[in-house]
């Protein structure tokens, strides 16, 4: 099993910027892809911006340009570096993990085998 925990939500204006980390334990030798995906009040939860087990990264449209995925392999932790925050950027911030190695970077919920709880980021305007 692998267990993940996010920090580094928060309040921010409009503009700001925030850091979430995302830190991994337990079996992290069965971990490959990770992800973050984010659930607005009434809404689904939609994907944010992904890394692969080689590195590759891919970002919704909507985040493109503004967040910068990456991780740190030898600390078991990705992190979602977030500029230029907005209002609709409000969600609660989930981060996942896939067991698989996989050529390409996953999108979907159902890509990913483990989930952190979330951590909140609020965007005042």
């Known amino acids: 099993q692998v267990q993940l925990v996010e920090s580094g939500g928060g309040l921010m204006q409009a503009g700001g910027s925030l850091r979430l980390s995302c830190t991994a334990s337990?079996?992290?030798?069965?971990?490959?892809?990770m992800g973050w995906f984010r659930q607005a009040p009434g809404k689904e939860r939609e994907f944010v911006a992904a890394i692969n087990w080689a590195g590759s990264t891919y970002y919704a449209d909507s985040v493109k340009g503004r967040f910068t995925i990456s991780r740190d392999n030898f600390k078991n932790t990705v992190y979602l570096q977030m500029n230029s925050l907005k209002p609709e950027d409000t969600a609660l911030y989930y981060c996942a993990a896939e067991r698989r190695r996989s050529a390409i970077v996953e999108v979907t919920t159902n890509s990913y085998d483990y989930w952190g709880q979330g951590t909140q980021v609020t965007v005042s305007s």
């Open positions: 337990g079996r992290t030798s069965s971990m490959y892809g």
